[in-house]
């Protein structure tokens, strides 16, 4: 069983950055995060490979940059220009031997 710690939500105006970390506790194949805001499914953000390619939700494109630590088994997500629309739980998500882990998830506030 993965387990995986995130930290790095809280509440930011609107305009703002947060840096999202979840640290896994062993390598990790694809990393990457995902969001649920109230009343809306979970979505994807971004997702990282072990090699390093990303993919990102077209909504998050050019404010937010995912990337990693193979080293000490992190995925880092740096979420600028922030909107009230990015309310949300965001949750970090691993992918180990086609196996998917989530985070309890970290709770992002933007205020207008």
């Known amino acids: 069983q993965v387990q995986l710690v995130e930290s790095g939500g809280g509440l930011v105006q609107a305009g703002g950055s947060l840096r999202l970390s979840c640290a896994a506790s062993v390598s990790i194949d694809a990393m990457g995060w995902y969001r649920q805001a109230p009343g809306k499914q979970r979505e994807l953000v971004a997702v990282i490979t072990s090699g390093g390619s990303t993919n990102y939700a077209d909504s998050v494109k050019g404010r937010f940059t995912i990337s990693r630590d193979n080293a000490e088994n992190t995925v880092y997500m740096l979420m600028n220009s922030l909107k009230p629309e990015d309310t949300a739980v965001y949750y970090c998500?691993?992918?180990?031997?086609?196996?998917?882990?989530w985070g309890k998830g970290t709770l992002v506030t933007v205020s207008s």
């Open positions: 998500n691993a992918v180990r031997n086609y196996i998917a882990s």
